[in-house]
């Protein structure tokens, strides 16, 4: 009961956040790349969080810059998974072949890549947009969670009852994406989760480096200019550097708890 009620709040604020993204264009009192006021505002006289170093009001960059910074996330998300799900189902089914020897050791090479160090270097020279920083993290991201769902598949496969079905002329096609699949589906979203934190703090901490898109607005960007304006030594830390710090500490933590919410439920359901 105690993990369904952590995974429910985690769910409803990440759901708010999420509301709050698609709906940024409404939302938003001002135009977040527009001069709308003098610079360094102070909050209040229309701006909720005042305005940065030229005038930008604050609150409207934070509201489109979820949007970026949930994209990389979840796109980034979505393409570690695919990956992952693909060689670590089909190593795990062949287990002991020559495909699962070849898919190991491609596994084996991105694991010996430097994660965050190639990261920075792909970022840098591909001058990777929002898209291509989700593309650069999904497929550097995927060998760690290959290797769970494998040994997952290799315990799967020796149930019995997939031992019946494939005796019956199952082709394993359909045994693995009809039941190997389904078998994973716990496992999956857990990491899911997880690879969607881990996405939202790459975004922000190569943003903060300065090899985000400058004309993109995210909560690591605002950091990075924030900090490149000295904002850190003034008084306008206060509305510039802590809403969206706070917004990464939100969903993060929404993110963490609907994971302990998952590894809970499964930890129960084994038991």
């Known amino acids: 009961m105690r993990n369904k009620l952590v995974g429910g709040i985690g769910a409803g604020l990440l759901l708010l956040v999420v509301l709050t993204a698609v709906f940024a264009p409404v939302l938003a009192p001002f135009d977040p790349s527009a ?30 810059g979820a949007r970026s910074s949930l994209l990389v996330g979840g796109l980034s998300a979505a393409i570690s998974l695919t990956l992952a799900l693909a060689v670590g189902m089909l190593s795990g089914w062949f287990a002991g072949t020559w495909l699962d020897r070849l898919l190991m050791k491609l596994t084996a090479f991105f694991l010996t890549l430097p994660f965050i160090p190639a990261v920075i270097v792909l970022a840098a020279f591909s001058g990777a947009g929002t898209a291509g920083m989700a593309v650069i993290l999904g497929v550097l991201s995927w060998p760690e969670t290959a290797r769970v769902l494998r040994a997952q598949t290799i315990q799967i496969r020796a149930r019995d009852y997939l031992q019946s079905i494939r005796a019956m002329g199952a082709g394993d096609w359909y045994i693995l994406t009809r039941h190997v699949l389904r078998e994973l589906l716990p496992l999956v979203l857990y990491q899911a989760v997880l690879r ?44 510039w550097v802590i809403p969206p710090g706070l917004c990464i500490c939100l969903v993060c933590l929404a993110l963490m708890m609907i994971s302990y919410s998952l590894e809970g439920g499964g930890e129960e359901g084994s038991a």
């Not at 001069?35 to 006289?45: I, Q, T």
């Not at 701006?47 to 005038?55: M, P, Q």
């Open 35 to 64: 001069v709308s006021a003098a610079p360094l505002l102070p909050p209040g006289g229309g701006h909720l969080l005042g305005t940065n170093d030229i005038g930008q009001d604050i609150f409207s960059e934070l509201l489109h």
């Open 196 to 239: 969607v934190k881990s996405g939202i703090l790459m975004e922000s901490s190569m943003s903060f480096l300065g090899l985000g898109t400058p004309l993109v607005k995210s909560w690591g960007s605002m950091i990075f200019y924030a900090q490149s304006r000295n904002a850190l030594i003034t008084g306008a830390w206060v509305w």
